[in-house]
């Protein structure tokens, strides 16, 4: 659905909002190297605090606000710990999308994974249990190999329900919208509908560089909301799922730029954040 001229309006006055904040908005630092865990958890602590943002029931989400969903893929992994102290420190959910053999990889990954499975600001969902192995086109030749690599997956994980998100696939799967990015996919994908899995992707990505961390700047990623929303680019009117790594936050900088970008989107009072199980229809039986 287009928006009328009265929200355009609106979009465009907001898009000036974010122009003035961000142009005041500076790096924490402009090294870009990494740095020990004593010295990260110190960047934490300096954070600038941020008021304490309302919850708003996820069903009454006011229609002058966008709704963003936060999601991180491939954990428990590095940068799990800072994922989780930034979402407390700003008071926001998010979801997690996790990689059954992650869980049990190494003590640290069972000790996160722990973590992340009791914590009341995230939820947790199905990435697979062995991420393909990283070998993409292989993993969806064999659709019911996928399908049991994710039922595997759930069952470590201890999951209740069968929300997931494809590895090395932006593949959606619900009863009003179906796509898949690599068409040699789509079997494979369907196979995952007809067992019940309701298959989310994103419609923003916050990517890496060749080191590992977040590629850009908070700015830049505030003007690639503005423009999804402003343009209707969202899968789903009003409602953006924004996907990133947390094993990307493990330097000064990615850290400082996830905080800012979540501090500015809050600080605009035009985003409520939710986790992705409040996903219009996600709820609905798969047709």
């Not at 605090?49 to 309302?54: E, I, L």
């Not at 708003?56 to 994922?83: M, Q």
Request: net charge positive; aromatic share 8%.
């Amino acid at each position: 659905m287009k928006k009328t001229f009265a929200e355009k309006s609106v979009c465009k006055t907001f898009l000036r909002m974010i122009t003035v904040v961000t142009v005041t908005s500076t790096l924490f630092t402009g090294c870009n190297q990494k740095i020990e865990v004593k010295e990260t958890e110190k960047i934490l602590s300096n954070l600038p605090p941020t008021a304490k943002v309302p919850r708003i029931d996820d069903e009454n989400v006011p229609t002058d606000k966008r709704v963003i969903y936060l999601t991180f893929d491939d954990g428990p992994n590095r940068g799990t710990e800072n994922l989780l102290k930034i979402l407390h420190k700003r008071n926001i959910t998010a979801t997690a999308f996790l990689v059954g053999k992650h869980a049990s990889d190494s003590k640290k990954q069972k000790e996160d994974f722990e973590k992340m499975r009791t914590d009341g600001l995230l939820e947790i969902a199905n990435h697979s249990y062995a991420h393909a192995h990283n070998k993409y086109s292989d993993f969806y030749k064999n659709p019911e190999a996928v399908l049991k690599d994710f039922d595997v997956a759930k069952d470590s994980l201890k999951l209740p329900g069968k929300i997931a998100r494809t590895p090395g696939r932006n593949i959606w799967r619900l009863n009003n919208i179906n796509v898949t990015d690599i068409k040699s996919s789509s079997e494979a994908a369907d196979r995952l509908k007809t067992a019940g899995y309701k298959i989310i992707g994103w419609d923003l990505e916050w990517k890496p560089n060749n080191k590992m961390q977040l590629k850009g700047n908070h700015q830049e990623m505030l003007k690639k909301v503005d423009s999804i929303f402003f343009n209707d680019l969202e899968k789903t009117s009003r409602h953006l799922v924004f996907l990133t790594h947390d094993q990307y936050l493990t330097d000064a900088d990615s850290i400082n730029e996830l905080d800012l970008f979540i501090e500015k989107l809050q600080k605009s009072n035009r985003f409520v954040f939710r986790k992705i199980s409040a996903y219009p229809k996600i709820n609905e039986v798969l047709n």
